[in-house]
């Protein structure tokens, strides 16, 4: 990891959570949407981190196998991480990082 990698993944912002029951048409950026309710999660939801506006979609729901899904977890400060890491090749941003506690850890 860079220098500059390194200093961001300290300095970076937190993604607000945000739990909905059904997604918004528009996205905010650095707001992570979960889908579904505290009850029912099946979908963590935001914009590629990478500026290139994507939407991510990853599925959360503990209806499939857990080699089908992303874990999620909460923390007490109401933020989220997501494993495994995230490897975004196909909407050609290229981009690979992990979620912990909120914030883009890059990889």
Known sequence: MTVFKWIYNLWSPAYKTVWIEDLPEILKKRIIYIVGGK?????AV??????????????????????ERWKI?????????LSPSIWMKSLNCNCHYWFKKGRIIWT
């Open 46 to 67: 935001f914009l590629c981190p990478k500026n290139c506006s994507k939407k991510i979609i990853l599925n959360i729901s503990k209806q499939h196998k857990k080699s």
């Open 73 to 81: 977890s909460v923390h007490k400060n109401g933020t989220v991480s």
């Open 39 to 43: 009850e029912c999660p099946f979908q």
